[in-house]
């Protein structure tokens, strides 16, 4: 367990906001790729199912949620969980469209989860052996993350194996937005380490918060190929817990920039780009908050939108 003390934390925080203030603003795109319209439009889909994870059990039982639900019919929902407070809602379900098993995770109000990780002690630990068999050994994770992600992850596993044996299907997909965007990133690797290795594992998370150190990023990047994290404008959610913390995001950042326009930032955590969200949002006072609830390509995600 490690503690940051206050004021270090503090005049981090200055120096960066100093640094990057001084940088000249430009509109070069050499290092990113814009998204086409086709792949913009194409996250739909992953957009609703995280959006749907907010909804509540009775509803999203029988796939019958609204908007959400209405918007990836077919889909076959056959466990939820959580009650949307000591343990936050989750469901699993099969999807034959995609022929993939989808597992959805809940986040949680925004203003909390920002108390949390400018917290001015972060607890990290390294992740569960048991869950997560043969990581290298300096990777550490937020233990609030960690915590939350393993009163669930056998019971979802379970379920997980059951449908991809049921369906003969050979793909999982994970989503989630906010803490839900963390616990999926944190279920992408534990799928992958506890699974057979012709399935392969996809995410897509949104306004994800950062989950370990550096070593964590990059032992994920190497085992999870297949990896888009989402970030909406100026949300101020995907830079903390700092950088200066140790802290680090896997790759696979699609920043939009402005509605339609969207950009794939090559890298981990992308510094040097400006549509890149480090650079967009160099500290939380020159983020929104608000952007955090979207509109993701015209779908809000929270509490307040699971039908509306
Ligand atoms: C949904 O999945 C369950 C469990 O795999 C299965 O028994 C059921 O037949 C499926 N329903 C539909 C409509 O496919």
């Given at each position: 367990m490690q503690t940051f003390p206050y004021t270090l934390v503090f005049l981090a925080a200055l120096l960066t906001s100093a640094v990057v203030h001084a940088a000249p603003q430009s509109l070069r795109r050499d290092r990113v790729t814009t998204l086409s319209p086709s792949e913009?439009?194409?996250?739909?889909?992953?957009?609703?199912?995280?959006?749907?994870?907010?909804?509540?059990?009775?509803?999203?039982?029988?796939?019958?949620?609204?908007?959400?639900?209405?918007?990836?019919?077919?889909?076959?929902?056959?466990?939820?969980?959580?009650?949307?407070?000591?343990?936050?809602?989750?469901?699993?379900?099969?999807?034959?469209?995609?022929?993939?098993?989808?597992?959805?995770?809940?986040?949680?109000?925004?203003?909390?989860?920002?108390s949390d990780l400018t917290d001015v002690n972060i607890v990290t630990e390294k992740p569960d052996a048991t869950l997560f068999p043969g990581l290298p050994d300096d990777i550490t994770v937020h233990s609030g993350f960690a915590d939350e992600h393993k009163k669930t992850a056998g019971t979802i596993l379970t379920e997980v194996q059951n449908l991809l044996s049921a369906n003969n299907a050979k793909s999982v997909t994970l989503v989630g937005h906010s803490l839900g965007g963390a616990l999926a990133e944190l279920d992408s690797l534990f799928m992958v380490l506890n699974l057979p290795g012709d399935i392969s594992v996809q995410a897509v998370t949104y306004g994800t918060p950062r989950v370990g150190n550096g070593a964590w990023a990059a032992f994920f990047d190497s085992k999870v190929p297949n990896f888009k994290r989402v970030n909406n404008e100026k949300d101020i959610v995907p830079i903390v817990p700092g950088r200066f913390l140790g802290f680090a995001h896997p790759h696979g950042e699609i920043h939009i920039v402005s509605p339609g326009d969207a950009v794939s930032c090559p890298g981990d955590d992308d510094a040097d780009d400006d549509q890149c969200t480090i650079k967009t949002v160099p500290n939380i006072a020159d983020g929104d908050v608000l952007d955090h609830l979207g509109p993701y390509e015209g779908i809000y995600i929270g509490t307040l939108f699971c039908d509306s």
């Amino acid at each position: 367990m490690q503690t940051f003390p206050y004021t270090l934390v503090f005049l981090a925080a200055l120096l960066t906001s100093a640094v990057v203030h001084a940088a000249p603003q430009s509109l070069r795109r050499d290092r990113v790729t814009t998204l086409s319209p086709s792949e913009l439009s194409g996250l739909a889909p992953f957009t609703q199912f995280a959006r749907a994870a907010y909804c509540p059990s009775d509803k999203v039982q029988g796939w019958n949620c609204g908007e959400a639900c209405d918007a990836v019919p077919g889909f076959n929902l056959t466990l939820t969980g959580g009650d949307g407070n000591e343990i936050q809602l989750f469901y699993v379900g099969y999807w034959p469209d995609q022929k993939t098993v989808v597992v959805a995770h809940e986040g949680t109000d925004p203003t909390e989860l920002m108390s949390d990780l400018t917290d001015v002690n972060i607890v990290t630990e390294k992740p569960d052996a048991t869950l997560f068999p043969g990581l290298p050994d300096d990777i550490t994770v937020h233990s609030g993350f960690a915590d939350e992600h393993k009163k669930t992850a056998g019971t979802i596993l379970t379920e997980v194996q059951n449908l991809l044996s049921a369906n003969n299907a050979k793909s999982v997909t994970l989503v989630g937005h906010s803490l839900g965007g963390a616990l999926a990133e944190l279920d992408s690797l534990f799928m992958v380490l506890n699974l057979p290795g012709d399935i392969s594992v996809q995410a897509v998370t949104y306004g994800t918060p950062r989950v370990g150190n550096g070593a964590w990023a990059a032992f994920f990047d190497s085992k999870v190929p297949n990896f888009k994290r989402v970030n909406n404008e100026k949300d101020i959610v995907p830079i903390v817990p700092g950088r200066f913390l140790g802290f680090a995001h896997p790759h696979g950042e699609i920043h939009i920039v402005s509605p339609g326009d969207a950009v794939s930032c090559p890298g981990d955590d992308d510094a040097d780009d400006d549509q890149c969200t480090i650079k967009t949002v160099p500290n939380i006072a020159d983020g929104d908050v608000l952007d955090h609830l979207g509109p993701y390509e015209g779908i809000y995600i929270g509490t307040l939108f699971c039908d509306s």
